[in-house]
């Protein structure tokens, strides 16, 4: 597997530096996607020595409930991705690989596994709009909104670095982090990091490894 490890340092100084500038809108201009340089950024899986606490995230589901991502996903393997439903190509090609991967699961590992949307957009994306949005890739995803403060200071405690949407020559662009977190399900700490550059061979090889809280 294409796998590579960091110290916790190494890696939030590094992976704080890789962000999405994606943009919203009906121009052409095509976004602009800074990734960060670090030494084997083509690695696929990087391995934490320390892994990531779960954040504390209570936020809204796409069913206007609360939903409490420590509480919910609690000894469940789980992926949890920060990005928006108007980004037109990182969020989207993103969560799309990981949903064709999981196809390629037993059902009974498909119903263990907790994939976790969290928008960077939340005053577009709502809770209807994240459902609508989500149904289109995978149903059994959870998309989750709330007050963006609140999705800023949980995605920072991962290393993933969000800016507030603002507007940049006449759409909306949220730059944000692309990394994927998986949480293991025997520790519920985030013991791996994925980047974008992540494929579909990838997450199909390492998910049944991940649901049983193995390294990749």
């Known amino acids: ?10 890696l939030l100084a590094a992976t704080t530096l890789t962000l999405s500038a994606c943009g919203g809108g009906d121009d052409d201009a095509s976004p602009v996607t800074v990734v960060s340089e670090e030494a084997g950024s083509q690695k696929a899986a990087t391995v934490l020595d320390k892994p990531f606490e779960k954040p504390d995230l209570v936020l809204t589901d796409t069913n206007g409930e609360k939903y409490d991502f420590r509480e919910e996903t609690a000894g469940k393997p789980t992926l949890i991705y920060f990005g928006y439903t108007n980004c037109p190509d990182i969020c989207p090609l993103t969560m799309n690989n990981i949903a064709v991967a999981k196809k390629q699961l037993s059902k009974a590992e498909q119903d263990e596994l907790r994939i976790v949307f969290v928008t960077t957009d939340p005053e577009r994306d709502t809770a209807s709009a994240l459902g609508k949005w989500l149904k289109g ?6 998309g989750l909104t709330g007050d963006f403060d609140t999705i800023q200071a949980g995605a920072r405690t991962l290393g993933i670095s969000i800016e507030p949407p603002h507007e940049e020559k006449g759409k909306m662009v949220s730059t944000h982090g692309t990394q994927v977190i998986a949480f293991s399900p025997k520790t519920d700490g985030g013991y791996v990091l994925y980047g974008e550059d992540a494929t579909v061979d990838d ?13 990749p």
């Open 1 to 10: 597997m294409r796998t590579k490890k960091f110290t916790a340092a190494a």
């Open 137 to 142: 890739i995978d149903p059994q995803v959870v």
């Open 203 to 215: 997450y199909t090889k390492d998910l049944p490894k991940l649901i049983k809280g193995e390294n």
